[in-house]
């Protein structure tokens, strides 16, 4: 049995072991936020393209809800292997980050324009109503009236995949990312308690997780209380 002592703890916690540690942490924080801002991005305007009535882009609101309902479907191990080999095949040859920020967005995309979607069909249809008989256009309509009623409805599960993604990440580890799972890795195989690496990555996992959950909290509270003002 191995056991953890002061020697390993402080070795652990070198400079250099700490450098890697934080190296990864910052790739997976970097595939997580930019991966996930790219998503919401491209989310939104899915969504609010999917939304609209309009008959001349009906083949396009179809091929949106067969891209919403795939890549929610399809894991994100998959979606990165599929990503990856399809540019090595293609010979665009992306580099592992590139093609793990890829996959994050693509996922990121489907998953978040499903929620904003949802989020801007629960405004009851009389507000709609109202903001047409005021004049207002589409894009007005949704800026001053329906994306304000939405984000109750929004901000929750959209602050859940963020933590969700954050941990997915792990994944990108596969195909030889340098994220914090591997940077865990390396220290394991370096000989130090795979408890303890372990221990410090969960840690790190839950410094990240926590704040940002906590956040989201704190945003719909502030929106249900302007709200209700």
Not at 58 to 74: G, L, N
């Amino acid at each position: 049995m191995n056991y953890i002592n002061w020697t390993e703890i402080t070795g652990l916690f070198s400079y250099y072991n700490l450098l890697l540690l934080f190296q990864g942490l910052g790739i997976t924080l970097a595939l997580s936020a930019f991966g996930c801002m790219t998503g919401f991005l491209s989310g939104f305007v899915l969504a609010v393209v999917i939304n609209t009535k309009a008959r001349i882009i009906a083949p396009i609101r179809s091929i949106i809800h067969v891209y919403f309902f795939t890549f929610r479907r399809i894991p994100f191990l998959v979606t990165l292997f599929l990503v990856f080999f399809i540019s090595q095949y293609s010979g665009l040859r992306f580099s592992t980050f590139t093609v793990a920020l890829i996959s994050v967005c693509l996922i990121a995309a489907a998953y978040l324009g499903e929620i904003i979607r949802s989020g801007l069909e629960s405004v009851h249809p009389n507000q709609w109503e109202s903001a047409a008989t005021m004049n207002f256009s589409y894009l007005q309509t949704l800026r001053y009236v329906i994306i304000p009623q939405s984000m109750t409805v929004v901000i929750a599960p959209t602050f859940s995949f963020f933590v969700m993604y954050i941990k997915d990440t792990t994944l990108a580890s596969q195909i030889g990312v340098m994220e914090l799972t591997s940077a865990s890795k390396i220290l394991s195989d370096k000989g130090y308690s795979a408890t303890l690496v372990y221990a410090v990555v969960l840690l790190l996992y839950f410094l990240v997780s926590f704040p940002l959950s906590r956040l989201g909290k704190h945003l719909e509270r502030k929106i249900v209380t302007a709200r209700h003002h």
